[in-house]
T-cell receptor
Framework: ETAVFQTPNYHVTQVGNEVSFNCKQT?????MYWYKQDSKKLLKIMFS???????VNETVPRRFSPQSSDKAHLNLRIKSVEPEDSAVYLC??????????FGSGTRLLVI | GEQVEQLPSSLIVQEGASVLINCSYT??????FPWYKQEPGKRLQFIID?????ERKQNQRLTLLFDKKTKHLSLHITATQPGDSAIYFC?????????????FGSGTQLTVMP
């Protein structure tokens, strides 16, 4: 099956902990992304990664960092989570001039 | 950077009705306009797109209209069904901020009552 796969589906953690979310795409796409979707369903681009080039949304706090081993994987690490990080994190990928394919998301709850 | 506004923010209709979702953007360099649908509990899904050299595109019950001069798009859905209930996102692709980033509108929540 070709798609974008995210793990875990759901994660609960305490303030100050480190978390890491995984994303893998089997579509042969060149570019991968992380978006944050808040409780109002607003989508905000966090990172995009293409051919070892990382584009960062400057509003993203430094405790967030993407990690990639190859063009099929883009993980998201949060060094020390805060309550406002509670959200759904969506991974996506795209080919050249094509639409995006999204993963099912990772819901993070920080308590 | 690109600003995207969608109106209305929510819409409730009876099954069979037609709906219109409007999207305005600010970056005149945007050239590609995909739309996505997010059903409750499901992943975002591409539904239709249009490029800046076109004015109209139809895909079954979906029609997308584009006005480059006013920087405005309209998504028309006819003969709505309960399965159309979802959040619809307009996402202009700005050419300026890295050629592969989509910026999403705030979404339109459509509810179709049976």
């Amino acid at each position: 099956e070709t798609a974008v796969f995210q793990t875990p589906n759901y994660h609960v953690t305490q303030v100050g902990n480190e978390v890491s979310f995984n994303c893998k795409q089997t579509l042969g796409h060149d570019t991968m992304y992380w978006y944050k979707q808040d409780s109002k369903k607003l989508l905000k681009i966090m990172f995009s990664y293409n051919n070892k080039q990382l584009i960062v949304n400057e509003t993203v706090p430094r405790r967030f960092s993407p990690q990639s081993s190859d063009k099929a994987h883009l993980n998201l690490r949060i060094k020390s989570v805060e309550p406002e990080d509670s959200a759904v994190y969506l991974c996506a990928s795209s080919g050249q001039n094509s639409d995006y394919t999204f993963g099912s998301g990772t819901r993070l709850l920080v308590i | 950077g690109e600003q995207v506004e969608q109106l209305p923010s929510s819409l409730i209709v009876q099954e069979g009705a037609s709906v219109l979702i409007n999207c305005s953007y600010t970056d005149s360099a945007s050239v590609y306009f995909p739309w996505y649908k997010q059903e409750p509990g499901k992943r975002l899904q591409f539904i239709i797109d249009i490029r800046s050299n076109m004015e109209r595109k139809q895909n079954q019950r979906l029609t997308l209209l584009f006005d480059k001069k006013t920087k405005h798009l309209s998504l028309h859905i006819t003969a709505t069904q309960p399965g159309d209930s979802a959040i619809y996102f307009c996402s202009p692709k700005p050419a300026s901020s890295g050629s592969w980033q989509l910026i999403f509108g705030s979404g339109t929540q459509l509810t179709v009552m049976p």
